[in-house]
């Protein structure tokens, strides 16, 4: 328990901790904190939250399940954060919404003309208002970084943390590389932003094929293997954002 950690502490003042038990709710509480920070990434989880409520359960499941399947696209139960992993559940969010994103734009649809025949709790109006949220651009956008900072960095972290690993050299380690990493992709998010303005002005000179096989072979960069969904979607951001 804590008072064991406390006691421990005031017999041992430069020793170290007797566990690292607490970890895991101190990753937890260090990631929730910084999305709640950040209207963006709060934003991405209610729009898992809202697409959960439509298509989680009941009959907006097997809704779901019938648009994949009609419009020919894989899909996955839409996960949300919880139970006793949470950063390690959380880190999945974001790539688990854009895995089904094809599925739930065209399930948007569905579930208006099944309110329009007087069936489902939810108001055609909110229903709407959750199709234009989801389909804005800077969320799309924000949502393929964000799912490349939680998997790239977060996730390998709170697994060793989560996990039954006892060495603490092992976890001092994995917060080591996620500092390193992060301080490191914020330099790259920089020289991201350079390009994308670099590419905003070519776009007008090249063609769509030279500027995709461009984009592309950015995919390949520092930056790129750092940010691979990002960077994968970039064409389609500046081109062909529709």
């Not at 139960?77 to 390690?88: A, D, L, Y």
């Amino acid at each position: 328990t804590k008072a064991v950690e406390l006691t421990w502490r005031a017999l041992h003042p430069r020793g170290m901790w007797c566990t690292e038990w607490d970890k895991l709710h101190r990753v937890d509480n260090g990631i929730m904190r910084a999305i709640r920070a950040c209207p963006a990434a709060e934003e991405t989880l209610d729009l898992v939250a809202a697409a959960d409520s439509l298509f989680g359960m009941g009959e907006g499941r097997v809704l779901f399940g019938a648009v994949a399947e009609e419009i020919n696209e894989e899909c996955r139960r839409i996960s949300m954060p919880g139970g006793t992993r949470k950063v390690v559940y959380l880190s999945a969010v974001p790539g688990n919404l854009l895995f089904n994103y094809k599925t739930i734009s065209a399930g948007i649809h569905a579930r208006i003309k099944m309110k329009e025949q007087g069936r489902g709790k939810q108001s055609k109006g909110a229903i709407v208002a959750i199709g234009r949220r989801l389909s804005s651009l800077d969320f799309v956008a924000f949502a393929t970084l964000f799912d490349d900072i939680l998997s790239q960095f977060v996730r390998p972290l709170a697994k060793v943390v989560q996990s039954n690993l006892l060495e603490m050299a092992i976890i001092s380690k994995a917060e080591d590389r996620f500092f390193r990493g992060i301080r490191s992709a914020r330099a790259l998010l920089l020289t991201t932003q350079r390009l994308l303005m670099v590419t905003t002005l070519l776009r007008q000179w090249l063609r769509p094929t030279e500027l995709r096989e461009f984009l592309w072979a950015q995919c390949f960069s520092i930056a790129g293997r750092t940010f691979p969904t990002f960077y994968r979607s970039l064409f389609n951001f500046i081109v062909d954002p529709a």
